[in-house]
């Protein structure tokens, strides 16, 4: 429905104190255009807590700073270009959730994520109604499955997946049960491929723990 030259894709949870935020992000990403960039615009990610944030979301935060594939995701607020978009979108709307993820890489594969000089908010009470511990390795499982493509996969959780409204303490082992019965209905040989390229992500993501004892140092 929108019919601007830029669209900004924006969390309904997630928003910005600083007034010139918008502003000075279109300023940024016109400027990466006149140089003749392909480029998208996120902004740096917080969540929005009354007091110190805990260390676990200041690594999220610091993670989405990062011009890394899966460190990019829609509650930093995307602003792009119409034709930009209509190159690499739309959105796929038949996934159950991480459309958003799908999108940043394609952005990222086509040109590159340009991070605003301004900083967006975010609700952490998914993680605090669920819990953050279970919901830490979700995202892991979930990110994974996107990284190596194994969409029909990702499918078979749609059963158990909650809205934010309806969300409630996450107890991981019935929420993955369609996803193991999924696994054990592949053929043996995409089974073992599934696991190669599991140990693979995990191998190539390793880089997170020593990010995380740099954050927890101070560097």
């Known amino acids: 429905m929108a019919r601007g ?9 997630s928003g910005c104190t600083d007034p010139l935020a918008l502003r000075k992000g279109l300023d940024a990403l016109k400027t990466a255009a006149c140089r003749g960039a392909r480029v998208a615009g996120r902004f740096a990610l917080a969540f929005d807590f009354d007091g110190a944030t805990p260390l676990p979301y200041r690594f999220y935060g610091a ?10 995701h829609g509650d930093q607020g995307f602003v792009i270009g119409r034709e930009f978009f209509c190159e690499v979108g739309p959105y796929d709307t038949t996934l159950p959730l991480m459309e ?8 990222r594969q086509a040109g590159r994520w340009l991070l605003l000089p301004a900083r967006i908010f975010t609700s952490p009470r998914r993680f605090l109604a669920e819990g953050l511990l279970p919901r830490q390795p979700l995202n892991a499982i979930l990110m994974n499955l996107a990284a190596i493509g194994q969409l029909s ?37 995409q089974r073992r491929r599934l696991w190669h390229q599991t140990g693979a992500y995990v191998r190539g993501n390793a880089w997170q723990i020593p990010f995380f004892l740099d954050l927890l140092t101070g560097g």
Not at 5 to 13: E, P
Not at 100 to 107: C, G, I
């Open 5 to 13: 030259g830029t669209l900004l894709f924006l969390h309904i949870d």
């Open 63 to 72: 993670k989405a700073t990062l011009d890394r594939a899966g460190c990019t």
């Open 153 to 189: 996969l990702i499918h078979s959780l749609k059963k158990s997946y909650r809205s934010h409204d309806a969300t409630e303490r996450l107890r991981l082992r019935p929420f993955l049960a369609p996803l193991k019965e999924s696994i054990a209905h592949l053929p043996r040989a």
């Open 100 to 107: 958003d993820t799908f999108l940043a890489e394609r952005v």
